[in-house]
């Protein structure tokens, strides 16, 4: 979903490019007839090409508002990308969970619960990562510690394919928390984008819309002109985008 705070800087900048080209050659005119009688042709002074400067202001708006759209669109998708790295990531955080707690169940009723507290110290986390970590816990100790008979005669742990079994759904939970890990990184990245993208567009918005806005003063436009005047609240939009009611 778009960011809100794009779209409301879309609004604003598409309201003051269409300001500045719809009145460009009315602001024109005024501006003629408001410093012709102060030109001095002996200096070689001409009036400024007013309009031209409107529209080329308006052009460089736009492209800095499609410019921040775009990175916000690329930050959106990269975004879309986390939830499937997540769920897989779940998923095997899932398995190895319930492999570690069926160990301890199975642990507990062969040989109690004094040699199951050496073997797995402490309770199975809820955290994947610290769920790794605990599992390689778990799978060393059951390679060092010799388990002593069972109380259940003929049932015993296979250590080591217990250990090898752990060993495999740690690595695949480890390798979906990197993933998580670097679809982080590059969320990160394109907010990073983003955020300068706005940050740029912010500047060259209170420019032209400001200029605009004293322009459009000037050829008489009073009301106009306020429509157009940048905020002081909120970079990047209008007063009057600003002061919306939802």
């Known amino acids: 979903m778009p960011s809100k705070l ?3 800087r879309q609004k604003s900048a598409d309201a003051v490019c269409m300001a500045a080209e719809v009145n460009a050659d009315r602001v024109q005119a005024a501006v003629a007839t408001l410093l012709s009688p102060h030109l001095d042709e002996s200096k070689g002074e001409t009036l400024p090409d007013v309009a031209t400067l409107m529209r080329l202001l308006s052009r460089a708006l736009r492209a800095s508002k499609e410019g921040m759209i775009a ?3 690329a930050h959106e998708a990269e975004l879309g990308d986390d939830e499937p790295a997540r769920k897989a990531r779940d998923v095997a955080f899932e398995q ?11 642990l507990t009723g062969l040989y109690g619960g004094a040699v199951t507290a050496q073997i797995m110290p402490g309770e199975t986390p809820r955290d994947p990562v610290v769920l790794a970590r605990f599992s390689r816990t778990v799978e060393k100790n059951l390679g060092e510690i010799a388990l002593p008979a069972s109380r259940v005669k003929g049932a015993n742990v296979d250590a080591a394919a217990v250990k090898s079994t752990l060993s495999g759904l740690r690595e695949a939970l480890e390798a979906k928390i990197e993933a998580v890990a670097r679809e982080v990184r590059e969320a990160q990245t394109t907010q990073v984008a983003k955020n300068g993208a706005m940050e740029g567009y912010d500047a060259l918005f209170g420019g032209v819309a400001g200029l605009l806005s004293h322009l459009l003063l000037v050829a008489g436009e009073r009301e106009l002109a306020a429509k157009v005047k940048p905020s002081a609240r909120r970079p990047g939009q209008t007063t009057e985008q600003a002061e919306e009611k939802p």
């Open 71 to 73: 990175a916000d669109e």
């Open 96 to 106: 190895s969970y319930a492999e570690l707690t069926s160990l301890r169940e199975i």
């Open 6 to 8: 794009v779209t409301d």
